[in-house]
């Protein structure tokens, strides 16, 4: 209790002289500002405790559980527990009967414990692949489980794990047989999705200076083209050869990058903590093409049509931005819902859902952001992206919060579908 109320004081002590330390990954751009509302001080302590305390957590309350992810993939579910576990759930059979139970349920023992998870995990023809912060954040997992296992508390045969020197914050991607997933130790790593085995790695600027955590990877790793883009807590977005991992080409902000990457065409887009969007061009060594500043740093990931960019942000705002637009371009609408968004939004046909930290999901028309149901509020907290099957799929999604639940909403009838307690 005496740490956890220095680190407060310490967060206070933070926000009135903004002085940003160089191991957290608050824009350094902030310094030029010389005054900030009343707003922006008290969310600038409260993202920070996000930060320090909602992810890894070992620099002040020791290991967090996890965010409850979740990836769905011809209508089963699969997520990552706050025990550890890793559960594949029947969407279809959990309509029909709440009370249907696992697919099958991963509950490894003490000596091969998961950790806490909290990227979603990515879905391959044969494994589901999930990557973990464990030994208090000291070290990360990389987990593939078949698809078809039965329940079972062992790895089972071709199955694989690797632990690797940092945390996996972020979720693996998988591309041309290799698994790819970013590490706390700075480093992206590639492996082979059938054994496991390393197939290359590629350090970051942070890692390379030795600048402590700020070498850290949060970030989802983006597939496109023979390229893999990811961002780092150094304030550079990556891109590197998905062939052996030479860098392609590096863009610098002013502060961390966390975000996914979205690519669309040769655009690629991401947000960043120095407050703004950026748009750069893949096929010109990433040259800028634009950026959008708001109010507060982007966390979830921008979304795309194809004509709009959708990026919801720790404002508590969605903002809807055309592919082309130029710098000076206002956004084609702005939607103020009020509460933090660290939770990346998903498209149902032409409508976008969107969930608040507060565990408050909205449903916007994409045309002009109107609200266009009442929102439906969850239980608990939520810092998950949610997920669906895309725009071929059934118009519903799914969400897992902060204390292991996992609901699927019907988007039509806009109501709640299922929830399982994921939690024993």
């Known amino acids: 209790m005496i740490r956890l109320l220095a680190i407060h004081k ?24 010389p005054r900030l509302s009343q707003w922006h001080l008290l969310a600038g302590i409260a993202l920070l405790a996000i930060v320090l305390t909602g992810c890894t957590g070992r620099d002040v309350i020791g290991s967090a559980r996890g965010w409850t992810p979740v990836t769905v993939s011809d209508g089963i579910v699969y997520t990552a527990t706050r025990d550890g576990d890793v559960l594949a759930l029947d969407s279809q059979a959990l309509d029909r009967d709440e009370d249907a139970g696992n697919v099958w349920k991963y509950d490894p023992p003490k000596d091969r414990e998961l950790g806490a998870v909290f ?10 692949f999930i990557g973990s912060s464990t030994n208090d954040g000291d070290t990360g997992k990389l987990i593939a489980l078949r698809k078809d296992r039965e329940s079972s508390r062992r790895i089972e045969e071709d199955e ?24 706390e130790d700075g480093k992206l790593y590639a492996f082979d999705a059938e054994n496991g ?19 850290r ?3 989802t790793p983006t597939v496109a083209d023979g390229a893999v883009y990811f961002g780092a807590m150094d304030d550079y977005l990556y891109a590197v050869s998905l062939d052996d991992g030479s860098e392609l080409w590096k863009f610098e902000t002013d502060g961390a990058v966390i975000t996914t990457p979205l690519v669309v065409g040769t655009k690629v887009i991401f947000g960043s903590f120095d407050r703004k969007l950026y748009a750069l061009d893949a096929s010109d060594n990433g040259r800028l093409l634009w950026s959008f500043e708001a109010d507060n740093w982007f966390w979830a990931g921008p979304i795309s049509d194809g ?26 609408w702005t939607q103020k819902l009020g509460d933090i968004i660290s939770s990346t939004p998903v498209l149902i046909g032409d409508r976008l859902v969107v969930t608040t930290e507060g565990g408050i999901v909205s449903l916007l028309d994409t045309s002009d ?11 608990n907290k939520v810092r998950a992206p949610l997920s669906s099957e895309g725009p071929d799929g059934p118009a519903r999604f799914y969400v897992g919060d902060r204390n292991g639940v996992v609901t699927s909403i019907d988007v039509e009838r806009w109501r709640l579908s299922w929830t399982v307690r994921t939690r024993e």
């Open 10 to 33: 310490s967060l206070v002590k933070w926000a009135f002289s903004l002085k940003i330390s160089p191991l957290n990954p608050i824009s350094r751009k902030m310094r030029s500002r």
């Open 119 to 128: 990227g979603p995990p990515a879905v391959g023809e044969k494994f589901i």
């Open 160 to 183: 694989w794990d690797k632990v690797i020197p940092g945390a996996i914050i972020g979720g693996p991607t998988l591309a041309q047989g290799m698994v790819l997933v970013g590490s």
């Open 197 to 215: 085995e390393r197939i290359w790695t590629f350090a970051t600027e942070g890692l390379k200076r030795d600048k402590g955590k700020e070498k």
């Open 217 to 219: 990877i949060w970030s």
């Open 307 to 332: 004509e709009m960019v959708y990026a919801a942000n720790m404002d508590g705002k969605v903002y809807a931005l055309p592919l082309d637009r130029q710098d000076d371009d206002a956004p084609e």
């Open 369 to 379: 952001g109107t609200v266009e149901e009442i929102p439906i509020e969850l239980a």
